[in-house]
């Protein structure tokens, strides 16, 4: 599947947008041969198992101007990356405690010039700034994300109304839901997208 899929459920991108969706393959097919951030299979399938997984959250939520998001975990650069492209007058902090995957991060955000995105290679829970949002696809149990956010960590949110984790989870999350034990809404990317990939894909959203 290459990019087009990406236009098809986001018509509404500019030329400019989609021409940064396209180059997506090419860099990561270049970084991943000399950093494996993406396992050989999925690169096949970047356009859905990454790409569009990652913007499974601008169909739960559009990021307003201005609005900071945290992405626990990234990575090569996912969800943060592809919402960065769709998103451009917010601000993405990427962070991962692998240096070589935040290597990638930069010098793909270098390469599309995407200058509302920042990086970083620490722990999720050293990490001191502040952030309106916390995005993360499968980087750690829903109740750890949140004590990195309550307990262990220096983050801190704004009072903004609707500020909260928004995590991309897949599978069985009944026990780890239990365990959350917070107030959170689950939502079925299926709801959004047809194939058959985000059939138990869904985004958890835990208010803080």
Known sequence: ?????????????????????????DL???????????????IQELYIRHVL???????????KPKTRIIDFGTGGG???????LLFPSSNFHLVDSIAKKI??????????????????????????SEFDYIV????APARKIWEWTHHNSKI????GKNRGIIALKGGDLRLEMKNLNK???????????????????????IPL
């Open 156 to 159: 801190s949110l704004s009072s």
């Open 1 to 25: 599947m290459n990019s087009s899929i990406i236009k098809h459920y986001f018509p509404e991108i500019s030329k400019k947008q989609e021409d940064k969706f396209v180059q997506l393959q």
């Open 28 to 42: 990561y097919e270049f970084w991943n041969k000399k950093i494996n951030v993406i396992s050989r299979k999925d």
């Open 136 to 139: 993360s696809r499968a980087v």
């Open 183 to 205: 107030p959170h809404e689950e939502i079925n990317i299926k709801d959004y997208f047809e194939e058959p990939f985000f059939e138990r894909k869904k985004i958890i959203y």
């Open 103 to 128: 290597k990638v991060v930069k010098e793909v955000s270098t390469e599309l010039e995407l200058a509302n995105v920042t990086s970083e290679s620490d722990r999720a829970e050293k990490v001191v």
């Open 53 to 63: 997984h990652s913007l499974a959250i601008a169909k739960f939520i559009q990021f």
């Open 78 to 84: 996912f969800p943060g990356i592809p919402l960065a």
